[in-house]
């Protein structure tokens, strides 16, 4: 990020004058992401342990079923 690249000229100068608007622009933005990135590790943990749709349920074992009477006759 180009913050973070201004903030790490900081440790060989001085910070500029308006270093906390910096560092606060920096703490919104890492909140956004970091909010991003747990919202999507939810919504992922949440797809893969939800119960399985029952009209894909249904479909499948209608699959199932057409592939036993074609593979006993």
């Known amino acids: 990020m180009p913050i973070n690249g ?3 000229k900081w440790a060989a100068t ?6 906390s608007e910096i560092l606060q622009r920096w703490d919104i933005y890492n ?3 970091t909010s991003t990135a747990f919202v999507a590790f ?26 036993t009477v074609r593979g006993a006759g």
């Open 14 to 19: 001085s910070p500029p004058p308006d270093y």
């Open 42 to 67: 939810i919504l992922l943990i949440l797809l893969t342990t939800r119960p399985p749709d029952s009209a894909a349920l249904r479909a499948e074992r209608a699959n199932d079923g057409e592939e």
């Open 31 to 33: 909140t956004l992401r």
């Open 6 to 8: 201004r903030i790490k």
